[in-house]
Each structure stands twice: as structure tokens, then as C-alpha cells.
């Protein structure tokens, strides 16, 4: 035996035989849905009881994307899919038609500055260079939808850069904003899977104002760095001011039911630069530290 080559497999690839099931001869066996091959049988993987398998599947398939993207870290934005860029606040304010809608009006309007600081940040840490494996760092991740989300993804873009964008299947339409990259566009049909992989590459997070989402996801980030579940990473809200008028952390501290150093996981800002200063200095800190 002079060719010493080994065959790098035996068995046919999974697309092989999912073409070859294509051109079947049709029968009473082969029409029935059992014949279907079990991962080409969506009434199959719908089922109650392959819940467990969906989530395997929804864990699975964005980190092989990122991995692939060769996305080492991410850079996470949260926050209200209502506020919206200064221009188009201005024109909610100008259709207002009652002191109720007028006084919210005037609130978004103030906040939609922030959709101009996500952007901006977005643009700073999208302007990290690769790693010498030519791995990516503080790559942008948003919730892929609008306002500040779009913002986040929006500033990637402006410099050329990828972003992130996990869309979440709601009872509503909802299309990804039209700056993630297409390839790095995913959607998840469960919360869970979709909150841990916001987490999972995040190595710094920015939280503008928000409603319920942004506070599920937050909330979450903040018992896990508390409980010690996860390595304290940089969590800057943005809004002083709005963050103290809608939670009294004082008071949690007051009631006994935080702890004053619980308080210093998060970090107030107000800035783009100041946001960034925060994230170098701590780790600069890291790496002073060993």
C-alpha cells in the first residue's frame, strides 16, 4: 500500500441525504410524515417534547455564528425601542394633540439625545483593531430593533464595522433595524436563550433608558455580577436622572435589602467619552491587577 491517504469520512454529510430524500419514490411509506428524516420534519421539531432540543438549537446556533464572525467579545447596548432620534422626537412633540401626549412628548424629546450618545459610542468601540488571532473585541450587540437599538447599530455601521442584532419574536411585527449585518442578524423564540447570549461575549454594557425590557435585562445583568454568577464587567446606565426618578436604589439600600457596595457595580454616565474612559480604566485596572 504505496497511498497512505486516509478518507477524511465515510458516512454521506447530513445535506447529502437531505437531497437525496428530495427525489424519494413516492409511496404510501414514503408520503407518510414518520419516513420524513427527523431534521427535515418541522412538525417533529415543533413537538412539546422537544422543547429541550429547541434550546440546545437556539444556544447553539448564534455562538457557532459569532465564533465563525471570529467575535471574541461584545459591547452590549440595552434600552427603550420609544425613544427615538431628535428629529423624529421633535415631530411626535409637533403631532401632540393633549397635555397628556404633549407632557410624554417632551420627556421622549429629552431623551432622544441618547439616541445620538448610542451612536457615538458605538462608533469609539467600534474602532477597536483585531487581535493578533484576528479576533474581534467589543463587537456592537443590540437588541436589533429600533431607537436606541438602531442607534447602537447605526454607529457600527458608520465606521464600517459589523454589528449584532437579537431579535426576539413577538405577537407584533418586528424587523431588525437595517444596520445589522445581515449575517450577524439572528432571531430567538425564547427570552432565556436570547438574554444569555447577550451575556455570554459581553464584556462591557451600556443601558439607556428603557421600560420593561430594558429593566428585565438589566436586572438580570446585575444579580448575576451580585451573586458572583458571572465577572464584574463595566454596566453604565446612561441618565442619572432618569435612572434615579424611576429606582430608588437608595431606598433598597435603606430597606436593607442591597448592599451599599451592590451599588458600585454600575457606573452613572452621561457621555460617550465618559462611558469609554470608564470601560478603559477598569480594565486597566485588570491588567494592573494580573
Known amino acids: 500500500m504505496t497511498d497512505t491517504r486516509v478518507p477524511a469520512r465515510v458516512f454521506p454529510r447530513a445535506s447529502q441525504d437531505a437531497e437525496s430524500a428530495k427525489t424519494v419514490v413516492s409511496t404510501p411509506q414514503t408520503e407518510s410524515p414518520a419516513y420524513k428524516l427527523a431534521f427535515q420534519d418541522m412538525d417533529f421539531l415543533l413537538r412539546e417534547d422537544l422543547r429541550p ?11 457557532l455564528l459569532l465564533d465563525e464572525a471570529k467575535i471574541a467579545s461584545t459591547f452590549v447596548f440595552y434600552g427603550s425601542a420609544r425613544i427615538p432620534e ?8 409637533e403631532m401632540a394633540s393633549d397635555d397628556a401626549s404633549r407632557a410624554i412628548a417632551e420627556r421622549l424629546v429629552a431623551k432622544s439625545r441618547y439616541y445620538d450618545v448610542a451612536r457615538e459610542l458605538a462608533q469609539i468601540v467600534s474602532r477597536i483593531p483585531r487581535d493578533e488571532a484576528g479576533r474581534r473585541h467589543f463587537v456592537v450587540c443590540s437588541g436589533g430593533g429600533p431607537s436606541i437599538m438602531e442607534a447602537a447599530n447605526r454607529g457600527a455601521a458608520d465606521v464600517g464595522a459589523e454589528s449584532v442584532g437579537l431579535n426576539i ?3 407584533h411585527e418586528q424587523a431588525p433595524n437595517p444596520y445589522v449585518t445581515p449575517a450577524l442578524s439572528l432571531q430567538f423564540h425564547y427570552f432565556a436563550l436570547r438574554k444569555m447570549h447577550f451575556l455570554l461575549h459581553a464584556r462591557a454594557l451600556a443601558a439607556f433608558p428603557g421600560g420593561f425590557g430594558t429593566f428585565d435585562e438589566l436586572f438580570e445583568l446585575l444579580t448575576l455580577i451580585q451573586t458572583g454568577k458571572i465577572a464584574p464587567i463595566p454596566v453604565l446606565l446612561f441618565g442619572r436622572e432618569f435612572w434615579e426618578r424611576v429606582v430608588n436604589f437608595d431606598a433598597l439600600v435603606e430597606e436593607g435589602v442591597v448592599s451599599q457596595r451592590d451599588l458600585k457595580i454600575f457606573t452613572y454616565v452621561e457621555t460617550a467619552e465618559e462611558a469609554w474612559d ?13
Open 53 to 63: 432540543v429547541r434550546f440546545q438549537l437556539e444556544l447553539l446556533k448564534p455562538q
Open 86 to 93: 431628535p428629529a423624529k422626537a421633535h415631530a411626535l412633540l
Open 169 to 171: 419574536v413577538l405577537p
Open 278 to 290: 470608564v470601560v478603559r480604566a477598569f480594565y486597566d485596572e485588570q491588567a494592573k491587577q494580573g
